[in-house]
């Protein structure tokens, strides 16, 4: 592990807290030895660039010849049976959607952009369902308790997205233009490049869709994504480099009774300093927003949220080893229609790690101290030991706390908010082993998650209201493998979850607990060949797991052709034997349906 760690050591710290070490994570991988193209440098597990095997951390890695080849129209069809990731939706294009990490809720989960993160402050959850895949080069998930890392709500686990650097020279431009099913329509634009240490890259893109019935004998509900990007960085003789992001995605979309203009906005800017050859200190200031305009039958609401956040962190080299540390402020704020009794809330926290390499033992230890406005003080740990049994072979073992924080509607919405409550607790066993070898990959974990003070809206009192009252043991076993064998590239992911509520017995709610995902793709000269196959058992709408929605099997084909230098074409099918797919159900009892056979064609030039 150490010779695989120093070719790598230093690269890059935190884009945006992790932004432009990314780019160099991700240049560095593209050198390493061909051994190395199924064991991918990850940052968002540890702060740090780390091989897969070396974060100590069960983490999947979707790049970005992943993302180009399944073409995806939704992140959610990217995360669907992907290894401990469940997805629930209230139908196609645009509509709610949630993404349970290991069985946690979706407000159990972060969600990052380039190291910002991106949520409703006043849900508690992020709004999934409205980033273009398009606009990201990779995505990063990382499964298990990173609440010493990244504060609040890391309780299942951290999804990263990343957004392309300026390749070198340049410019170079993209475009792709494509529709197909249910009268969809998509375009985008890039230009992208490097000059004298200037990286640049900006983008933006546009989806629209007549859209699917999201309920039975039900009317076509439309949505549409209109998505900028602007991303520059700069690197002086120094050392010292200075960066700026900013992601805005906004449009709109129909749902049963109404629709809602929504925004979602990520902004930032850092400063790194090397101060000596070994300390290296990063400063960066963002803002995200969540913004919504609800039109429906009974009026108009409105919820916009911003977070604010300043974060200082320091990487220090001691060797073999590396520490660090660091602070961050950040700032909540909520306005609309809706009087909530307090509209700001601020956190301050503390944090530090140890990386620690004993070859071939190696150690992971991480500890933060939060104080919150609103729900008071938390301290979250933990504590990763990995072991190489030889050189393909590595045995890990880890125990990590993580809190969520009560959401602004749960504490304020007038009537029912509930201004004493506690933050949800959680602790986290897990044991695990990967295999490492030229052509393929394996994983295999198994964990179990025990979450305390679960918030849950019920009578105490006469009032009804949200209290911390219940308990949930989650338990589960992953499996993952993946090879690149001739023109051949294989994925797949078994995953096994028992998410309990443990005071009835029930399992939680819209969590399939048993899913397979294979995903096969081939090169043949100018064309490939690939296809998805995502198979789930049953799951419950309600507490009292009485309102059974069925599993299903969805099939997902595509094909490429590069039929001239820098010009290729893609068609993707989705769901190609027109499976009924539900995953819940809305309260007068009708199904939210997922779109049948869906047919993309586009044409790319630049990518």
């Known amino acids: 592990m150490n010779t695989r760690i120093h070719a790598v050591h230093g690269l890059a710290a935190f884009g945006l807290a992790a932004l432009p070490l990314t780019v160099n994570a991700q240049t560095a991988q593209a050198e390493m030895d061909e051994s190395l193209s199924l064991n991918p440098l990850v940052v968002t597990a540890t702060l740090a660039p780390r091989t897969a095997d070396q974060s100590l951390a069960s983490v999947t890695v979707l790049d970005e010849a992943t993302l180009r080849r399944q073409d995806p129209t939704s992140l959610t069809d990217l995360f669907r049976g992907q290894p401990g990731v469940d997805v629930s939706t209230n139908g196609s294009f645009g509509k709610h ?34 980033l273009d895949p398009r606009l990201f080069q990779r995505a990063e998930i990382v499964r298990g308790p990173r609440g010493s890392l990244y504060g609040a709500d890391a309780v299942g686990g951290v999804v990263q997205l990343f957004t392309p650097e300026g390749e070198e020279g340049g410019p170079h431009p993209r475009i792709s233009a494509g529709g197909g099913s249910f009268g969809s329509q998509r375009y985008s634009a890039g230009l992208s490049g490097s000059s004298g240490g200037t990286r640049y890259s900006f983008a933006g893109s546009h989806f629209s869709t007549d859209g699917a019935p999201v309920v039975r004998d039900g009317d076509d509900k439309g949505y549409d994504n209109t ?30 009774g109404g629709n809602t203009d929504y925004v979602q906005q990520v902004a930032g800017i850092y400063g790194e300093v090397p101060v000596t050859e070994t300390w ?128 602004f509607n749960d504490l304020y919405f007038p009537g029912f908010g509930n201004p004493d409550l506690e933050a949800e607790t959680s602790e986290t066993f897990e044991v695990g082993v990967r295999g490492q070898y030229r052509p393929l990959f394996w994983d295999l974990a198994a964990y179990q998650t025990d979450v305390d003070d679960l918030i849950a809206f019920t009578e105490q009192g ?127 009892g009708r199904d939210f349906l997922d779109a049948g056979r869906a047919a993309f064609v586009s044409v790319h030039f630049g990518q």
């Open 462 to 588: 006469g009032l009804l209201a949200p209290f911390n009252v219940a308990e949930a043991r989650i338990r589960g076993v992953e499996l993952s493998a993946g090879a690149e064998l001739d023109d051949w590239t294989l994925q797949a992911a078994l995953t096994y979850t028992d998410p309990e509520d443990r005071e009835t017995g029930n399992r939680l709610v819209r969590r399939a607990g048993q899913s397979l995902r294979l995903d096969v793709d081939r090169k043949l000269g100018d064309w490939s060949l690939g296809g998805s196959w995502v198979v789930q058992n049953h799951r419950y709408n309600d507490a009292d797991n009485e309102q059974r929605l069925p599993g299903f099997g969805l099939v997902n084909l595509r094909a490429g052709w590069a039929f001239a230098p820098l010009w290729s074409a893609r068609l993707t099918v989705e769901n190609a034997l027109d499976r009924e797919v539900v995953t819940a159900r809305d309260f007068g």
């Open 227 to 256: 998505t900028g990007l602007a991303r520059l960085s700069h690197t002086f003789d120094g050392g010292a480099e200075l960066g700026v992001l900013a992601l805005r995605a906004r449009g709109n979309t129909e749902f049963v």
């Open 280 to 407: 290296r200190s990063r400063l960066t200031l963002s803002e995200s927003r969540d913004e919504s305009d609800n039109f429906q039958d009974f009026g108009t609401t409105v919820f916009d949220t911003r977070s604010k956040t300043a974060r200082w962190e320091n990487t220090l080299g001691l060797g073999p080893h590396e520490v660090i540390a660091g602070a961050e402020y950040g700032e909540d704020r909520v306005s609309g229609t809706t009087a909530y009794d307090e509209d700001s809330r601020d956190n301050a926290a503390l944090f530090a790690q140890g990386l620690l390499d004993f070859t071939p033992v190696t150690a992971q230890a991480s500890m933060r101290y939060d104080d919150n406005e609103a729900f008071g003080e938390e301290i979250t740990g933990s504590l990763a030991l990995g072991y190489e049994l030889d050189a393909h072979h590595t045995l890990r073992a880890s125990y990590g706390t993580a809190f969520k924080a009560p959401s």
């Open 97 to 130: 959607s949630s993404v349970f990490i290991r069985g946690t809720n979706s407000d159990q989960n972060v969600l990052l952009i380039d190291g910002i993160r991106l949520r409703s402050a006043t849900t508690g959850g992020a709004a999934w369902q409205f």
